[in-house]
């Protein structure tokens, strides 16, 4: 397998790396005559055939709309839906698909909890507790619940080496917390979270604990049910599935005693003029229409993602994350930043004397992409010091030589900007 792969990288996937690499269409992408390294993955992931098929054959053969239809077709799509659901209930270990929304992302998953839980639940004197390290979709959310109920929002700091201060969490977590709302993977730094200290911060406290999943799904196993987590968040788009569709993952007891979040088809069960009942869990949380093809696409990369294996894939980005610092910091003028140990998949630098937008402008030149800017993260940003900085992010078909085009490319534009 290595002498096979020793053009495009010296590392050891456990799975048939340039098989993988021809399932994505993206990657054959020429810009400037130069094959197109796609290095922001933390955005968003290309997509593999698997799931671009499964979305059109679906078009072609089973659409039409779910739940409702009292013919063949109409059963198909409900069935294709569903099994999309039963997927992801696998994937994250869910015990039962009842407590598997489909939503739009993400942000729609977190937004969702704050309106259906958060609006009914919290007064004046309650807190809600984040993190300094928090994507703005799992910090403003909270700002404006804490806004519209009066209840307060406070955040856990960061040490000097920007980890999480668990000392100042056990000062902040006390009998006034009502939800911790915590990133699992750091969107700027790629470093895991020590979720199990912090839940049972939660646990002490009574409080109800959500994890912002959006980087640690696509990344290296999950399951709700040794996370012990009440919610869970994430997006398809990150991990191979199309854009338009994430999960929220809600306790489904919890998830029985909210209050609906949209009003609309779908979410009811009986309804007059003046009032209405709901309809089940999850049902009651998906009002409309929902994203049928892309629940189906994000299913058929989960798939995808099973064969090629969780595990295989936390350890081979992390090997990568670990090479990029490495080669990164043989270049005295590199600032890196976060945690020094190796992170899964995510590398944040800045070049000295180079703004990060200049920076990736010049790397564009280079058909390297890489995301600048400040990561969805300004309060991180802040107490780095810094307005934005330049991210490498990696997935499943990255390679070292990549990796080492990315260093070039860095030491070019160091000469020409300095
Ligand atoms: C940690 C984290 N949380 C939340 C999000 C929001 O995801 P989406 O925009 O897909 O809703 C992102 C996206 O970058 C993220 O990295």
Redesign the pocket.
């Known amino acids: 397998m290595t002498r096979e792969l020793a053009d495009i990288t010296h590392l050891e996937p456990a799975w048939d790396l340039k098989a993988v690499r021809r399932d994505f269409p993206l990657l054959e992408l020429q810009q400037d005559g130069r094959p197109l390294a796609y290095l922001d993955n ?2 968003t992931t290309q997509k593999p055939r698997q799931v671009i098929d499964a979305i059109s054959d679906y078009y072609r053969r089973d659409n039409a709309n779910v739940h409702r239809a009292i013919y063949r077709l109409g059963a198909r799509a409900t069935e294709a839906y569903e099994s999309a659901r039963r997927t992801v209930a696998s994937f994250i270990g869910a015990e039962t698909d009842k407590g598997i929304i489909f939503t739009r ?4 998953a977190i937004n969702l909890v704050a309106y259906s839980w958060g609006r009914h639940n919290l007064k004046p004197g309650d807190e809600i507790v984040v993190t300094l390290m928090e ?1 703005h ?2 910090l403003i959310p909270w700002q404006l619940l804490a806004r519209d109920t009066g209840s307060t929002l406070r955040h856990i700091p960061l040490t000097p080496d920007f980890t999480l201060d668990l000392e100042a969490a056990r000062k902040i977590i006390g009998q006034q917390t009502k939800l911790v709302a915590l ?1 699992h993977k ?2 700027v730094f790629g470093v895991e979270n020590p979720v199990a200290e912090i839940t049972n911060m939660a646990r002490d406290a009574g409080a109800l604990m959500l994890l ?1 999943a ?2 640690s799904v696509p990344h290296m196993p999950v399951n709700v049910q040794q996370l012990d987590c009440d919610f869970l968040a994430f ?1 398809g ?2 991990m191979l599935g199309p854009t338009g569709v ?1 999960v929220l993952y809600g306790r489904p007891d919890l998830l029985d005693s909210m209050q609906p979040f949209q009003g609309g088809g779908e979410m009811i069960d009986r309804v007059t003029m003046e009032s209405a009942t709901w309809n089940d869990i999850p049902w009651k949380f998906e009002a409309g229409t929902p994203n049928i093809a892309q629940a189906v696409g994000l299913g058929a990369a989960m798939d995808y993602l099973t064969a090629v294996g969780m595990n295989n894939i936390h350890d081979y980005l992390g090997q990568l994350a670990g090479y990029t610092r490495e080669r990164l910091q043989e270049m005295d003028f590199i600032t890196l930043y976060g945690p020094p140990e190796s992170s899964s998949g995510i590398v944040t630098f800045n070049v000295d004397g180079i703004h990060p937008h200049d920076l990736a402008q010049f790397l564009d030149q280079e058909a390297i992409a890489v995301r600048a800017g400040h990561h ?1 993260a300004q309060p991180l940003m802040d107490c780095l010091g810094v307005a934005a900085t330049t991210r490498a992010s990696m997935y499943i078909y990255n390679t070292t030589a990549e990796i080492d085009r990315l260093i070039e490319a860095l030491r070019k534009a160091h000469s020409f900007f300095n």
């Open positions: 933390a955005a992302g993400a942000t729609e994507h979709s799992n990133v750091s969107n912002d959006a980087q997006s788009h990150k994430g969805c």
